[in-house]
């Protein structure tokens, strides 16, 4: 679902996110910039609503730990306020659920994402604008399909918003980087 059409609270948003730096292999230059921007604008604006944490009357903010486990995307949606600090990270709040989503239909958009960016940071180190804002077209529509599947994975766990969903897809494929 999109934000605009539920009346999201401004609590029901990602205040922090972390991601599980054991996952990430290696990086680089580019990728680290990339992981940078998409927590900023994330943090910056958002829209996630775990849907049985608010039934529960657990209306946010929340922090969310990102990680790979067993081939699976593990989102650990912790209480965003100071809690217990039982396994969120000490004194980051109380863990309200974890989901799982498998990966096994994001490994095409993650191939094909990795590609397009490489020749893109070849790109804008070489190529003329056009060739430049051609590449960029199909890196956006990558990352667009992909948010979109997103969305649809976590239809019924989490009401988040499409711009949401791209972020938390940049930061899905950091978290495949093998180097």
């Not at 539920?6 to 230059?29: G, M, S």
């Not at 912790?78 to 809690?83: I, L, R």
């Not at 992909?146 to 972020?167: I, P």
């Amino acid at each position: 679902m999109s934000g605009s059409e539920i009346p999201f609270k401004d609590t029901w948003r990602i205040a922090h996110i972390a991601l599980d730096e054991e996952t990430i292999l290696w990086r680089n230059a580019d990728v680290e910039q990339e992981r940078r921007i998409a927590i900023f604008d994330l943090i910056e604006e958002n829209t996630f609503k775990p849907v049985r944490a608010a039934a529960a009357g657990h209306d946010g903010p929340y922090r969310l730990q990102l990680a790979v486990q067993d081939g699976r995307l593990a989102m650990m949606i912790a209480d965003g306020s100071s809690g217990t600090g039982d396994g969120a990270g000490e004194g980051h709040g109380d863990i309200l659920e974890t989901l799982i989503i498998g990966l096994a239909r994001f490994r095409r958009p993650i191939r094909e994402y990795f590609a397009i960016c490489d020749s893109y940071y070849q790109a804008i180190r070489k190529a003329t604008a056009a060739e430049i804002e051609t590449i960029d077209m199909a890196r956006r529509g990558v990352h667009n399909r992909a948010a979109e599947l997103l969305m649809e994975r976590l239809e019924g766990k989490v009401e988040t918003d499409f711009a949401t969903a791209r972020r938390l897809f940049t930061l899905i494929c950091v978290l495949h980087i093998r180097g």
